[in-house]
């Protein structure tokens, strides 16, 4: 044995080298595992657009609400309810919301089922949707044109002398109805056809194979897997309806009859200055569209929500 050999194994363990510790994970890995990867990453700045555009503006207000001019901190919500002129606004606005939401769904589902059969389907789609990139404003303007006391409507129907008097449309609750019916309808329809599309073919050939005729086919088979999707569509098209300023003001009569919500929250906003109490006003159109939201939606649960789609034959 020789010399160095007889050190190395008499040597005390405190002299030997410290054993190398296992390899950690990078910075990297350890985000990746907690769900910070790159993916993730690229999330972030529509969050950051989300908290400033939309959940910023909302705790702000909601704060704002309940820092009234006059009163304690409920003044506001109080002065709303107590007051015939502001709290009927409600009424009003669900009045015009409610009926054309339910008449764009049974317009749309019809021409959705007919539509779908078409080989032509996407010219026709064109021209459904067209209203949508004429916006409320254009929508509005044509129909102070078309449907006015001097209008091509009235004009025409004197013509015929189906009526003795000019007969006027505008500036009444017929025309936000309309002006709303015309600019809700594309949105409604789109939705629609995109359920009706999705349901597989083969359910709807099987009942015809049994003897099903057209009506006992869509009531029995299509419409019970289109009405969780409907009632999704007439979510989305109620809270657009509801939302109405622009056709109360322009073709409807902003201060009686077609005076909505969100012409109150202008009005103490923009006339009265009072930016608390036209923030407790929106906060109770939120809240009131919320819970027809939720009544809606609480009412899928009775129906199937299983999958409906399928590849076409």
Partial sequence: MTAATHHMRTRSPAALPPSRPADRPSLRQRLAARGLDGSTLLVLPAVFVLLALFVYPFVYGLILSFE?????????YAKFFSDPYL?????????????VTVLNLLLAIPIAMRVRL?????????????????????VAEGMLFYFGAQGWFSRTLLLLHITDAPLK????YVGVFLSLLITGFPFTFLLTLS?????????EQAAATLGAGPARRFAHVMLPL???GLL???CLSFVQA????????????????????SIAAYHAAFEEYDYSMASAIAMIMGATQLAVVVMVLMGRRFFYRGPVAGTKG
């Fill in 68 to 76: 009234p001019k006059v009163g304690g901190l409920f003044a506001n």
């Fill in 87 to 99: 709290y009927d606004t409600i009424w009003t606005t669900m009045r015009l919301a409610v009926p």
């Fill in 118 to 138: 078409l080989r032509r389907q996407r010219l026709l789609t064109t021209i459904l949707v067209l209203p949508i990139t004429l916006g409320t404003v254009l």
């Fill in 169 to 172: 449309l505008t500036n009444s």
């Fill in 195 to 203: 359920y009706v599309t999705g349901i597989d073919p083969a359910l």
């Fill in 226 to 228: 289109l009405i969780p």
């Fill in 232 to 234: 999704i569509t007439f």
């Fill in 242 to 261: 509801y939302s109405v300023f622009p056709s109360a003001v322009l073709v409807g009569e902003p201060g009686k009859v077609t005076r909505v919500i």
